[in-house]
Structures are given as structure tokens and as C-alpha cells.
């Protein structure tokens, strides 16, 4: 077993507590100093590992980034192509709501909305992920329409847009009330747009 498991494990807890308190406390206010209070480590051995307040925030978008990976994008890949893997990716973004992954609900939604307008690497890497996540809900959505699944005339960039905005919407709404119905509405409303409801 290799040396460098352990810290890895470390650094990947490490960057989960700091994805969590940066939904909760937003990720401007995310800091060295801050997280080490949060963890109740030296401030000194979080320095040696991230280097700066920048170094960690990248680090946590990455972490976080890789989490959405697992837990959205990965799943609605496995689905047979097309329609079902628009149904199952919005699925899987209500099931990584469900799980409480993050205390603030989606990470990469919250970090955008907060870190929309400034500039710099941190908004850079949040604003491809999110390009990134975007794109891939359109590719299901023209593979469904090239498919016949969806009706004729369907736009997968306007389809990709309302997807997209009814899991924004079910995420605030989740992370202010914490009510499952939040979800049921949002997994109805997905089905009736889709036509498999």
C-alpha cells in the first residue's frame, strides 16, 4: 500500500468539510484559518497542503466537482442513451439533494451564483463546470430527439435551459424548506416535461 493513501484519504476529507462549509458559509469566506477552526487543525498543516486561500478554494471546487461527477454525472451516463438519460440525470441531481451531500445543497450552484462576477480562476473553474454540465444535458437531449423520443421540433438548447432551471429551482427550494415534497413537485414536473409522466 502506498505512502501517500493516507494523506490522500486525509486531503479528500479535508476538502469534503471544506465544500460543505463553503455551502453553508459561502466560498468567499472560505479560508486556511477558517476551516482549521472548522476541523480543529493547526493552521500551519493546512498551509502546507494548500498553500493560500486561492489554492484551497480551487482545490474545493475540484473536490466538488468530482463528488457531481460521481454522484449526477456518472449515473446518467449509465442510463440507456437519450431520453432516459434526461430523465436519469435529472434524477440523480434530486437523489444528490436527497443525500444531504452538502449542507447547502448543490455546490456548484450555490458557487455560481455567489462567484458569478468576479473574475479570476476560481469563477473560471465553476463557470466551465457548469458549461460543462449544461452541454451535457443538451447531448441527451438532441440524442433524444434524434432518437424520435421527444417530440419533433423540440430545441435541445431550450430543453437543456428548463432542465437545468427546474433542478436550480428544486435546489433552493430543498436547502430553504428541507421537504421531500420539494422534490416530488420537481420529479413531476421533469416527467410531464418529458412526456413520461
Known sequence: MSDAWPYERTRD????????????DGLDRLSIGRLAAVLGMSKSA??????????????TVAEAARVFDAEVVRPALAAPAGLRQLMAVCEAFFEHLERHTFPG?????S???????WPGPVRDLVAAFQSQFGDLIRGFAATALARNELAAGEDPDRLAFELNGIMLAADMNFVTHDDPAVLALA???VRQRLGSS
Open 46 to 59: 493546512l498551509y502546507a497542503q494548500f498553500g493560500s486561500q486561492r489554492e484551497l478554494q480551487l482545490a
Open 111 to 117: 458557487a455560481a451564483l455567489e462567484i458569478g462576477s
Open 187 to 189: 420529479r413531476q414536473i
Open 105 to 109: 445543497g448543490c455546490f456548484m450552484a
Open 13 to 24: 476529507t479535508i476538502l469534503h468539510a471544506a465544500a460543505s462549509l463553503a455551502t453553508v
